[in-house]
């Protein structure tokens, strides 16, 4: 493991809507900055995402000055979205959790990523990750809050599992549908040089100069099975995981991180296991 390093590092601007790769990306309490800051809603406040939309996997959004956005998407115009003003609040339903977000000010975002979907939906913002949503309390410890990520600040997966499941898939009853990308899994960050599954055992990480709590494998859904570069679904990864990684009732790939300290974590950095 002495040779284990970041491989890359993603950030979500809008959750659902494909990353962004950069070589750096400063850590906050409740994750990357700029990941997840922002989501859509349906008409209920409940939260959308590639589970009901899987067409959100063809559409892009960057992160501009100021914590805004610029969506693109196929047959769309792009849009930039500023953040708004916090001038009060919309419910928003993420799984089981009640927070609050401020709509975005711009009519016309909304009816931009309704068109795009053909679905009423609005474009919402967390305007305050220390406040507005505790991570589930089973795994927390007190004042641990995230964005409108699934569930934790961040995801770690590794490329050596990513390997070993190919693998798997390849000899399973779907093999034309390997070998998957990585970009299934949506993590944040990706850590090579380590042996297959060796996250499994890991409960404190240290990337460059930040640390992490490893707080819990993460359950993986119908998400995986959709391709990110044609919105189409198929049986894998899920099938493979279904047979060979199930543990605890769920799908697992891949390790949900609480950052411990704050900094600037760097493709290359050299990634420790701690305990």
């Keep these: 493991m002495g040779n284990a390093l970041l491989q890359s590092i993603h950030v979500h601007p809008v959750k659902a809507f494909r990353g962004l790769a950069p070589r750096e990306a400063v850590v906050e309490p409740w994750g990357l900055a700029g990941d997840r800051r922002w989501a859509l809603i349906d008409d209920g406040g409940k939260v959308v995402t590639q589970r009901q939309?899987?067409?959100?996997?063809?559409?892009?959004?960057?992160?501009?000055?100021?914590?805004?956005?610029r969506l693109s998407a196929p047959g769309m115009d792009?849009?930039?979205?500023?953040?708004?003003?916090?001038?009060?609040?919309?419910?928003?339903e993420i799984f089981r959790d009640k927070v609050e977000g401020i709509l975005a000010e711009d009519v016309t975002a909304h009816a931009w990523c309704s068109h795009y979907l053909g679905a009423d939906?609005?474009?919402?913002?967390?305007?305050?990750?220390?406040?507005?949503?505790?991570?589930?309390?089973?795994?927390?410890r007190p004042g641990e809050t995230v964005s409108f990520a699934d569930g934790y600040?961040?995801?770690l997966t590794t490329a050596a599992s990513l390997d070993a499941l190919?693998?798997?898939?390849?000899?399973?009853?779907?093999?034309a549908e390997g070998p998957l990308p990585m970009n299934r899994f949506r993590p944040n960050v990706v850590?090579?040089?380590?042996?297959?599954?060796?996250?499994?055992?890991?409960?404190?990480?240290?990337?460059?100069?930040?640390?992490?709590?490893?707080?819990?494998m993460c359950g993986r859904c119908v998400v995986t099975t959709t391709d990110q570069g044609t919105a189409a679904r198929g049986k894998e990864p899920l099938a493979s995981l279904g047979r060979h990684r199930r543990i605890g009732g769920k799908l697992v790939f891949g390790q949900n991180l609480v950052p411990l300290s704050p900094g600037t974590i760097r493709v290359g950095d050299p990634v420790t296991v701690l305990e």
Aim: hydrophobic content about 45%; charged content about 20%.
């Design 153 to 155: 600040p961040l995801l």
């Design 78 to 92: 792009p849009l930039t979205v500023a953040v708004p003003r916090p001038v009060g609040t919309v419910p928003v």
């Design 53 to 69: 939309q899987p067409r959100l996997a063809l559409a892009a959004a960057e992160l501009v000055p100021g914590g805004g956005v």
């Design 166 to 175: 190919n693998s798997l898939i390849a000899q399973g009853a779907h093999p």
């Design 121 to 140: 939906v609005r474009l919402v913002h967390m305007d305050d990750p220390a406040t507005r949503r505790p991570v589930d309390p089973e795994y927390a």
């Design 191 to 216: 850590v090579a040089g380590t042996a297959a599954w060796a996250e499994d055992g890991w409960s404190r990480v240290a990337v460059g100069e930040v640390t992490f709590r490893v707080a819990k």
